[in-house]
C-alpha cells in the first residue's frame, strides 16, 4: 500500500516571501500521479498542482512549483511571493494511474502566512 | 463551469439514526469517489464507482454502503450512526480515461452526530 508523509505540521512564512512545503512517499509502483491540494477555513479541498511521474520535468503553476525527486520519492511544494490568501492546510496526495484509483493523502502542513 | 455538487451540506443527526448523503458529479464525469475527514485529519478514502460499479474500496465501516445511479449521481448511506461518524464527508469526481489525473471535489457534507 502507498503512504504519504508530510513531516512539516505547520509552517509559517512572512508575505512575499517564499517558503517549501515538504513530501514524501513510499510505493512500489513506477508510474503514478501526485498532487498538491489546499484547503482553506471553507474547507473546500482546491487542486494546487499535479505531477506525472513519467515526466522529468517539474510541474509550475504561476508561483507554484514542485520540486519532484523520483528516486528519493521526494515531492515538494514551493510558494514563491506568498500572500495572504495563501494561508490554508496544504495536503500532499498520491494517487495509482489505474482509473478510479484513490487518493491517499498526507497528513497536512497548515501555513500561516503573516504580512 | 459545473462543479460537484453535494447534499445537504449540513446534517445533524442522533445516534443510531440513518444519514444519506447525496453526491451529484460533473456532468460527463463518469466515477465517483466519497472521502471521509474528521477534524484535524487528513481525507480517508471510503469508496469509489466507476461506470456504476465499485472500483475500490477503502476503510469503510459495514454499517456505510454507498450506490452509483444510471445518472451517475451517487449516494452514501450511513446507518446506526455514531457520535465518532461525526465528520466531514467529501465527494468527488472525476472522468476516467487514459490520461486522466484529477479529480474534483463537491464541497463536502458537514455530519454532526449528537
Known amino acids: 500500500a502507498q503512504t504519504v508523509t508530510q513531516s512539516q505540521p505547520e509552517m509559517s512564512v512572512q508575505e512575499a516571501e517564499t517558503v517549501t512545503l515538504s513530501c514524501t512517499y513510499d510505493?512500489?509502483?513506477?508510474?503514478?500521479?501526485l498532487f498538491w491540494y489546499k484547503q482553506p477555513p471553507s474547507r473546500q479541498m482546491i487542486l494546487v498542482i499535479r505531477?506525472?511521474?513519467?515526466?522529468?520535468q517539474n510541474a509550475t503553476e504561476n508561483r507554484f512549483s514542485v520540486n519532484f525527486q523520483k528516486a528519493a520519492k521526494s515531492f515538494s511544494l514551493k510558494i514563491s511571493d506568498s500572500q495572504l490568501g495563501d494561508a490554508a492546510m496544504y495536503f500532499c496526495?498520491?494517487?495509482?494511474?489505474?482509473?478510479?484509483?484513490?487518493?491517499?493523502f498526507g497528513e497536512g502542513t497548515q501555513l500561516t502566512v503573516n504580512p | 463551469a459545473a462543479g460537484v455538487i453535494q447534499s445537504p451540506r449540513h446534517l445533524i443527526k442522533e445516534k443510531r439514526e440513518t444519514a444519506t448523503l447525496k453526491c451529484y458529479p460533473i456532468?460527463?464525469?463518469?466515477?465517483v469517489y466519497w472521502y471521509q475527514q474528521g477534524p484535524g485529519q487528513d481525507p480517508q478514502f471510503l469508496i469509489s464507482?466507476?461506470?456504476?460499479?465499485?472500483?475500490d474500496k477503502g476503510s469503510i465501516p459495514d454499517r456505510f454502503s454507498a450506490q452509483q445511479f444510471s445518472d451517475y449521481h451517487s449516494e452514501l448511506n450511513m446507518s446506526s450512526l455514531e457520535l465518532g461518524d461525526s465528520a466531514l464527508y467529501f465527494c468527488?469526481?472525476?472522468?476516467?480515461?487514459?490520461?486522466?489525473?484529477?479529480?474534483?471535489f463537491g464541497q463536502g457534507t458537514r455530519l454532526t452526530v449528537v
Open positions: 468527488a469526481s472525476s472522468l476516467s480515461f487514459s490520461g486522466d489525473t484529477e479529480a474534483f
Open positions: 510505493t512500489s509502483e513506477s508510474d503514478y500521479y
Open positions: 505531477q506525472e511521474a513519467y515526466k522529468q
Open positions: 496526495a498520491y494517487r495509482s494511474v489505474e482509473s478510479g484509483s484513490r487518493l491517499t
Open positions: 456532468p460527463r464525469h463518469d466515477t
Open positions: 464507482f466507476y461506470e456504476k460499479m465499485q472500483s
